[in-house]
């Protein structure tokens, strides 16, 4: 369709206010601009969140609020997100870093999104404005069924984890500017050796962001040794539904899941 | 929504047009304000033929609604040579062969001008990472590489002689 109307609110209620007539949110527009220059987007009217404010990184207290408008470069260059860096660099380039956003990164389809498969992985929480008000939602709820018409996810609020629990790991076709095959990040602590708390998330192997609940299961109580990660990569393909696409078949992402789940840990 | 009035400052000159509801930056750089260095290539942000720096950083402009980026600093490839003179990445693309078409090198110089602005002295992994996002398809990327690096090391002596 052709495009009738931008909106340029300036406040995240101005936003929700626009968005009452229809129309798409557009966060940087690296994945809504593709379509609308191709003519395929089902609106004709855009919402931008460029200017809504939305675009803060703070931390407080060991927690982080990362406005949903935030660039994937604004979140690097904070430095208590300085774990975040390597996964960063795995997603797309510079460039599109540049433009792409937190918040659009819950709403793209796989084996894109490699940022939530991160926030699944770190219970973030989202918090959402809407025509009723605010409310705050796991983003894995957000990530199974979205948002209501009308509402819009404004930032994401993430506890920091502990150093030395954050795991990432992303397998893909090239070093650089390349989607998932399998992609893997995970929050998991041990304790004399033996892990005590795990989430592992993945990307890549599924229509959307997904746990390995199987493999956590597996863990607990275990030392991250070859054996067990591999046990656990292999228990975690009861938890995936792969897809074929151009960079990987469903079969192969499937087999190649355990090895990059222990790489994530044991690299 | 109207057609509107749009005012950028590009290349440090502030410049106002008329927009239609959704058109792109680059469309307007090119079709408004006829700066034709910034090219379309595939329109979905995979190419980077069509990168421009927003307020100094690299973007896709085939992927900016103009009307967002509305009040903004520009910069395009026309912007570059100060006073019609090449700068020294654009000097080191032409001494090191690194133009073959000419498609991608609008934008390979822009994220060029971007990653040496940030890092003066970028290595061989940080120019590679930066010009990911730009595809050559004449494959030329090993002397747009050594171009970049041979850029920054001009820079550098310039800034020196100084």
Known sequence: ?267 | MPSQIVSLIVNGEQREFIAAPGATLLASLRESLGLTAAKRGCAQGACGTCTVLVDGRPEASCLVAVETVAGRSIRTLEGVAAGGELDEVQSAFVDCFATQCGFCTAGMIMVAEALLDANPEPSEEDVIEAISGNVCRCTGYRPIVIAVLEAARRRREQVVSR
């Not at chain 1, 993945?202 to 863990?219: D, K, N, Y």
Request: charged content about 20%; some cysteine.
């Open chain 1, 1 to 267: 369709m052709v495009i009738c109307a931008v909106h340029v609110p300036e406040s995240a209620d101005a936003a929700v206010d626009c968005l009452a007539g229809g129309g798409w949110i557009m966060g940087g527009g690296t994945v809504v601009m593709p379509l609308v220059n191709s003519g395929a987007a089902p609106v004709t009217e855009l919402v931008s969140l460029r200017r809504a404010g939305l675009d803060g990184v703070q931390v407080r207290d060991g927690v982080a609020t990362i406005g949903a408008a935030a660039t994937f470069t604004a979140v690097g260059e904070q430095p208590e997100l300085a774990f975040l860096r390597p996964a960063l660099r795995t997603i797309a380039s510079p460039t599109i870093r540049n433009q792409a956003t937190v918040g659009g990164n819950l709403f793209v389809a796989q084996p894109y999104g490699d940022l939530a498969v991160c926030l699944l992985a770190l219970d973030a929480t989202c918090e959402i404005a809407g025509p009723d008000g605010r409310r705050a939602a796991p983003v894995a709820d957000v990530l199974a069924s979205g948002v209501a018409a009308g509402e819009v996810v404004v930032a994401v609020r993430v506890v920091l984890p502990q150093p030395g629990t954050w795991y990432y790991h992303k397998a893909m076709r090239r070093r650089l500017n390349s989607a998932a095959i399998v992609t893997v990040a995970s929050v998991t602590s041990a304790d004399g050796g033996m892990v005590d708390s795990t989430r592992i998330a993945l990307g890549g192997v599924a229509s959307r962001p997904v746990r390995a609940v199987s493999a956590e299961r597996l863990l607990r109580g275990r030392p991250l040794t070859h054996e067990v990660l591999t046990e656990a990569g292999e228990a975690a393909r009861g938890d995936i539904d792969p897809f074929d696409d151009a960079y990987a078949s469903a079969w192969y992402r499937a087999r190649v899941l355990p090895v990059h789940l222990r790489r994530a840990f044991l690299p």
